[in-house]
């Protein structure tokens, strides 16, 4: 994605966040902390970004953001559920407005059938405390699919802003 238009994503963000008194936290997996390093980017993001976790193991994700092991056991670390349970414990750990989670498989390894290389599962949740999840399949190298998922994790917000 064009480095321009990530950048007027995050200035929406940014103005929605400052206009609602709210800040934004962020859990992520296999984009290592990268939309919390994007949204950072921006200068004066102290005053809407609370903290980003990266929870790339299974113990991470239940330790730091409350995700029940069963239900990594249960769906795969890569799922909406898992996501969806990952951006509510981190809204809860954080005491923020809004949260966004990332899990997936950027590869080369790690796919599987029915989850291939590129497949990453997103959630959101924000002060109606109704989280939202989607899936997308990426293509492309590592660094393809980790930069397609900050893109998306940071469009997700947006798109779904009235309906958290």
Known sequence: MADGRRQSWIAELADRLTAASARVATVESCT???IAFALTGMSGSSNWFERGL???SNQAKSDLASVPMELIIAHGAVSEAVAAAMAVGGQ????AGYCMSVTGIAGPGGGSVGKPVGTVCFGWVGQRHVPQTDTALFDGDRDHVREQSIDF???GLLDRWGFL
């Open 54 to 56: 990266v929870t790339y």
């Open 92 to 95: 809860a750990r954080a005491d």
């Open 153 to 155: 994790a940071l469009r």
């Open 32 to 34: 290592g902390g990268g």
